[in-house]
């Protein structure tokens, strides 16, 4: 088994994370949830639209993809990790 391209594959995985969750969580930060006062109740929209509720889909679908580079990140490093005991296995037989 050659370790080069599993190794590489870890790494291309976890640069993906990171570049995913820079992206969720600039998504998340600039996110603008307006605050209501908390005696006034919310109208149900009348075209059948709600921006309120579209923005927090928005939010709730960065805050998902926030979780899933988080997992792939952590699935990552196990493939790196992996490699790298391999490979200091192959090189402890070898010595």
Do not use: C, F, W
């Not at 050659?2 to 590489?8: D, F, G, T, Y």
């Not at 109740?41 to 998902?64: F, I, M, T, W, Y």
């Amino acid at each position: 088994m050659a370790i080069n391209p599993v190794l590489s594959a870890g790494l291309s995985g976890l640069n993906a994370s990171i570049r995913g969750t820079a992206s969720a969580a600039h998504d998340i930060a600039t996110q603008q949830v307006p605050r209501a006062p908390p005696q006034q109740v919310a109208k149900a929209p009348e075209n059948g639209q709600d921006s309120a509720a579209s923005k927090r889909r928005s939010l709730d679908e960065a805050l998902v993809d926030l979780k899933l580079y988080e997992h792939q990140g952590k699935a990552s490093v196990e493939v790196i990790q992996a490699a790298d005991e391999l490979l200091g296995t192959l090189l402890d037989e070898l010595a």
